[in-house]
């Protein structure tokens, strides 16, 4: 089945930089990768979502890029804020009953 | 428009206790999904339901059971609770069909099992 890993498990960095948040998935039928945002005791959030006829996707000041022949994904959060330290999870899903296949989180502290 | 709601919020069972958690939703969604989140595993699937009266196996299904007799609900059970259960719990909703769309998650049922 697919598995999909998520670097890196912590990641600081001062406000006002860029972050980024890497995963890769192991089945190539996956076609749908989504990100969610999890603050501390509260369901997790879509923030942004790709499918696998596109290449890059923005909204406002985060991005997500797919690399369908390397399997990898990646979230890119610029101009970092306090209010966005949470926990982040990339999924993908293989399409039937739309199942996904979370990685295992990314912490993100930004510090002021 | 509630989205998707779950009860209870919390709960403490004893070792071999049984207790059903409940999910709702009001978006006329076909899929529906029970996962559970302990630290630094994500979110893994437990089960899974494609339509009314359908359910699934999903990555971690053993001692859970789950029934989807009405389209809006989706039951989870666990018959005789284990420590190893200790977890939280989301519930989460999608429209179904061919278009691929992001989960709407419940908030959450902070299971302990003593």
């Known amino acids: 089945g697919e598995n999909v890993e998520q670097h890196p498990s912590t990641l600081s960095v001062q406000e006002g930089d860029s972050a980024v948040i890497k995963c890769t998935y192991s089945?190539?039928?996956?076609?749908?990768f989504p990100w969610y945002k999890q603050e501390l005791g509260k369901r997790p959030q879509l923030i942004i979502d790709?499918?696998?006829?596109?290449g890059e996707k923005k909204d406002q000041r985060i991005a997500v890029t797919l690399n369908k022949t390397a399997k990898h994904f990646s979230l890119h959060i610029t101009e970092t804020q306090p209010e966005d330290s949470a926990v982040y999870f990339c999924a993908a899903s293989t399409g039937y009953g739309n199942k996904l296949v979370f990685g295992a989180g990314t912490i993100l502290r930004v510090k002021s | 428009n509630a989205g998707v709601t779950q009860t209870p919020k919390f709960r403490v069972l004893k070792t071999g206790q049984s207790m059903t958690l409940l999910c709702a939703q009001d978006?006329?969604?076909?899929?529906m999904y029970w996962y559970r989140q302990d630290p630094g595993m994500g979110l893994r699937l437990i089960h899974y339901?494609?339509?009314?009266?359908?359910?699934a196996k999903g990555e971690v299904p053993d001692g859970y059971n789950v029934s989807r007799l009405k389209k809006q609900n989706f039951l989870l059970g666990l018959e005789s609770a284990a420590p190893s259960q200790t977890s939280v719990y989301f519930c989460?909703?999608?429209?179904?069909?061919?278009?691929?769309?992001?989960?709407?998650f419940g908030s959450g049922t902070r299971l302990t099992v003593v």
């Open positions: 339901s494609v339509g009314e009266g359908t359910t």
């Open positions: 089945d190539s039928a996956s076609n749908y």
């Open positions: 978006m006329n969604h076909e899929y």
């Open positions: 989460a909703s999608s429209p179904g069909g061919r278009g691929l769309v992001g989960y709407t």
């Open positions: 790709i499918r696998s006829n596109v």
